[in-house]
């Protein structure tokens, strides 16, 4: 049994119609702090879809998404948090389970695909997800620099011996040594 989503908002596949069916989903406050919880973000203040969903062959369904989201971000450099803003469009399609396949899921040049089943796809998870695939792996803080002392490990390896820096434990082998 799949787990309830933080976020749901499923639409009946028979809805869509043949001209398509636009429709935007919203989180509330309290699906915004579910969300961030799941994500591990401090906050999450604004989560919004605009869907445009056409239908397609064998129930499937192909959804053009634009994301729009309000949150907090923890800074990998100064481990402060601070406020961000997010936008981004993607293309996503709804298979039902019995047509769903793995191989079909690991291909680049498709749009991703989301199995669903019964009559129903849950738009609210399917946003966020997108939104946990659009978050930047290593968020930093606008104006945020590294600290002086931390060289990124390019430069180390390319630096000539005598500016190596010194492993600060060496000391302590040293001190072992001289211990035997």
Do not use: W
């Amino acid at each position: 049994m799949t787990p309830k989503s933080e976020f749901s908002r499923h639409i009946a596949v028979n809805r869509i119609g043949s001209n398509g069916l636009k429709i935007t989903v919203e989180a509330t406050a309290d699906e915004c702090r579910l969300i961030a919880r799941r994500l591990n973000l401090p906050d999450v203040t604004m989560l919004r879809c605009r869907y445009n969903l056409v239908s397609s062959d064998q129930n499937s369904v192909v959804a053009q998404g634009a994301l729009a989201a309000k949150f907090q971000h923890v800074c990998v450099v100064t481990l402060e948090p601070f406020e961000d803003v997010l936008t981004a469009s993607f293309n996503i399609k709804f298979v039902p389970e019995e047509f769903f396949t793995e191989s079909s899921a690991l291909e680049l040049d498709v749009e991703d695909e989301i199995p669903y089943t019964g009559n129903n796809i849950d738009l609210g998870e399917a946003t966020i997800e997108q939104f946990a695939l659009e978050l930047p792996a290593y968020p930093h803080k606008p104006d945020s620099v590294l600290p002086e002392e931390i060289i990124p490990e390019e430069e180390v390896q390319a630096a000539p011996v005598s500016e190596k820096r010194i492993n600060p434990f060496a000391a302590l082998q040293e001190l072992r040594q001289k211990k035997k």
